[in-house]
């Protein structure tokens, strides 16, 4: 684990949120018009398109400009999310129960066992679930900076990670049992209008779009404010051009990073457009690649940087060293397998074929290869970021108290150990 | 009571043009000044540990600037530079709460009550928290 390894977990970072900007964006336009009831222009892949792009350079512009949420507002809005989201399920999981209809299917709890998929389903499944765990390492991420840093970080993971859960489960068991599988199926690009009118009614349904909306634009933020400084970081340590380091004089924000990123974000956007994959599918998939590469790479790295400690003890050994180790392994399976199986345009969501491979294969395994001949070409010109041997003075033991607690999927304990 | 003159200090116009009042206010009072400059990027955001050295890096140039300001209106005044690790408020807030401070001096950047409030005014939430006066100066006409 060198500046190599390094260097493309950066790029892994910064293709997965660039990745996902669309997909953001083409939710937000789709809701937009929803809210409004212009279900026609919702349908127009031109008029999405069109606000999806004005939605990033805005939500852009926001994030150059420093404008931010209080933690309040962030409290609020999140709490309301999910208030919504629980009324939904709970309200359409009582109108089953109450045979309020006609085609409803009674929540079992076989709905949650693995066995009966085939490996393929499962590990496609395995690969969402990355995804949507995706964003809740903030928790630990932020957390870095409480005041009861030892114990507070640790037990936010667990926690955020149990409620996390829950909500995903209980949504879904709802989801499934208005309609049953077979409607979710059909409506796969937008389960949560197509069952939301019939739980909650025409006027309360505008709740769960606005739901949606607000934890677009709030995704949109986390998604840029990271990219953006991941860019800064590259460019200070030398691993990218001097200019994504700069900031602005003013707002003190990263600004060629994140104009760079947002505009980035648009062509992508366009690109995917023209190619006529489903965006929206194919994208999380790729992503998934993206997501389950750098955490597995984040692993790895956690065992290398805290190896000269891995045996001073047991807990240290399991939860700095094994449980890293295996969580890797796991996220690496993953990621070979999937790109094995999406490979063929026959496993893709859209089923439309790029280069006679997969959309998700294109969008997760290409796109990540390609930052490996960028890197060559930077290091060609620009040796001083790799030449960067590790410091062993730097090498300190792991925390103590929670924080190496979760192993969930590769922690981040010290994301840019080999960076330093 | 003998509490430092605080000015938060960030570069802008409206800031520069404080600097003035705030050393004839310290001057006046027989007080040190200090000159404050706040930010912490927003914690939504991941990983800041080098925006945060970047910023501290552009908060002492800033600092420097208006010191060298200062110095050319009064060089007997004695100056101090605090740079803060927090939300520009909340930095001039918890600042003179600790120093005691005599009265923090603000410059106004010229944002109507409305784009303040959705823009997030720091004059506005210093009023009402801080420990001690608040002078808002606001800049002239252009």
Sequence with gaps: MGPKTGWMGGWGIFMADLIIMPSLAQISAIYLFLLFGAEGLAESTFWTTVVGIIFILAMTWICFRGIELSARSQVLLLGTELAVLVIFAVVALYRVYAGDFADSVTPSISWLSPFGLSVDAMTAGILISVFIYWGWDTAVTVNEETEDSTRTPGLAAVLSTVILLVIYVVTSFAAQAVHGAGFLVDNADDVLSATGTDVLGSFFDKFLIIAVLTSAAASCQTTILPSARTMLSMGAHKAAPDRFAKIHPKFLTPSYSTWFFGIAAVVWYVILVFAGGDVLADSIVGVGLMIAFYYGITGYACVAYYWPHLFKSVKNFIFVGLFPFLGSLSLTWIFVKSLIDLADPENSESGSSWFGLGPPFVIGGVLLIIGMPLMFLWKAGHPEFFRVKRDPAHVKPPPEGGETAPPLLGIRVEEDADVR | ?142
């Design chain 2, 1 to 142: 009571m003998s509490g430092e003159v605080i000015l938060g200090y960030d570069g802008s116009d409206g800031a520069r043009h404080a600097v003035r009042h705030a050393v004839e206010m310290a001057s006046a009072f027989d007080a040190p000044l200090i000159l404050a400059f706040g930010y912490e990027p927003p914690t939504m955001g991941g990983e800041a540990a080098d925006l945060r050295k970047a910023v501290q890096s552009r908060g002492e140039a800033v600092l420097q600037e208006g010191a060298d300001l200062v110095k050319s209106i009064d060089a007997e005044l004695s100056v101090e530079r605090v740079l803060i690790d927090e939300r520009p408020a909340d930095s001039l807030v918890d600042l003179a709460a600790q120093r005691e401070a005599r009265a923090i001096v603000v410059g106004h950047r010229g944002m109507g009550p409305i784009r303040g409030a959705v823009l997030g005014s720091v004059t506005y939430r210093l009023l009402h928290v801080a420990p001690c006066p608040v002078v808002v100066v606001k800049a002239p006409e252009r």
